[in-house]
């Protein structure tokens, strides 16, 4: 929210969304009323507060009563509003129609480059166990040929026993009767 003067009419065209959504549970609208009876007493005072915080009326209804509250209160009061959302829920917060629709509006261009170049250098998708293995197998080649004399391949035998610990029988079988020749 970088204008503090159009979070009426933000309020005004975001009430039926807040209302629908079910990120927008009595817990959350609980916290945001709390919120603002605590930190901003003149926006919300404690009878309205308690009002607004009734559990005998539906979520729903507490929350629509709340959003007309904070459109008569003013500007200010819709302001607090969604800061109090921004910090409780920042989920339901960015999927706000209005911010949906301002950060379209930023640079639409920026989000087309980002998720493109995503899908432009994904090599494969095996994950890093597999990549893993792989560089597993290369150290393990290059192992071999440095150390191919008979002389040298004695003093990489603990490494190669401790090495086998992971593959499967057949292969730490013959790892490890390598090492042992």
């Known amino acids: 929210m970088t204008d503090i003067y159009d979070c009426h009419e933000k309020l005004q065209r975001d009430a039926q969304f807040l209302c629908s959504h079910e990120g927008m549970d009595t817990e959350l609208v609980d916290r945001l009323v709390l919120q603002l009876n605590r930190i901003y007493p003149q926006i919300l005072s404690d009878k ?3 009002r607004f915080r009734n559990l005998s ?3 729903k209804v507490r ?3 709340l959003l007309t509250h904070l459109y008569v ?5 819709c302001h607090e509003f969604y800061r109090g959302l921004h910090l409780h829920a920042e989920d339901v917060y960015t999927s706000l129609p209005t911010r949906v629709t301002q950060t379209d509006a930023a640079d639409p261009q920026w989000t087309f480059i980002a998720t493109s170049s995503q899908d432009r250098y ?3 998708d095996r994950g890093p166990r597999f990549f893993l293995s792989c560089f597993s197998f290369v150290v393990g080649f290059a192992m071999f040929y440095f150390y191919k004399e008979g002389d040298t391949l004695r003093c990489t035998g603990p490494f190669l026993h401790c090495s086998a610990a992971a593959l ?3 292969a730490k079988d013959v790892l490890i009767s390598y090492a042992e020749v």
């Open 48 to 50: 309205e507060a308690h």
């Open 57 to 59: 009326v539906p979520t």
């Open 63 to 65: 929350l629509a009563e």
């Open 73 to 77: 209160k003013g500007e200010e009061a």
């Open 122 to 124: 994904v090599l494969n």
């Open 168 to 170: 499967s029988k057949g």
